[in-house]
Nanobody, 124 residues
Framework: QVQLVESGGGLAQAGGSLRLSCLAS????????MGWFRQAPGKERVFVAA????????VYADSVEGRFTISRDNAKNTEYLQMSSLKPEDTAVYYC?????????????????WGQGTQVTVSS
């Protein structure tokens, strides 16, 4: 069993930055794909970014490409999402996720474990 706990959310102004963290416990994440998703009120959960087990490959949603950076520190069993140039439309609950299958994917149903989410609110 894997537990994922996000932190770092909060309120930011448009153009500002936030850094989200996701600490895993119960299993070492070093062999697994990790991802970030978000869900705005009344909308479906959507893909934000994903990173390979080694950190050597990343993929981003078009809406965050060039503004957000996903990274991981396997020694600390933690992944990160550095968010810059924030926009009001980035407001959502952000979830980290772990994929046991080893294939970099943007599909939420392919991820096996999820955190409880952290709220990010960007004011204009």
């Amino acid at each position: 069993q894997v537990q994922l706990v996000e932190s770092g959310g909060g309120l930011a102004q448009a153009g500002g930055s936030l850094r989200l963290s996701c600490l895993a416990s119960g299993r070492s994440i070093g062999s697994y794909i990790m991802g970030w998703f978000r869900q705005a009120p009344g909308k479906e959960r959507v893909f934000v970014a994903a990173i390979s087990s080694s950190g050597g490959r990343t993929v981003y949603a078009d809406s965050v490409e060039g503004r957000f950076t996903i990274s991981r520190d396997n020694a600390k069993n933690t992944e990160y999402l550095q968010m810059s140039s924030l926009k009001p439309e980035d407001t959502a609950v952000y979830y980290c996720a772990l994929d046991l299958h080893g294939i970099l994917t943007t599909i939420p149903s392919r991820y096996d474990y999820w955190g409880q989410g952290t709220q990010v609110t960007v004011s204009s």
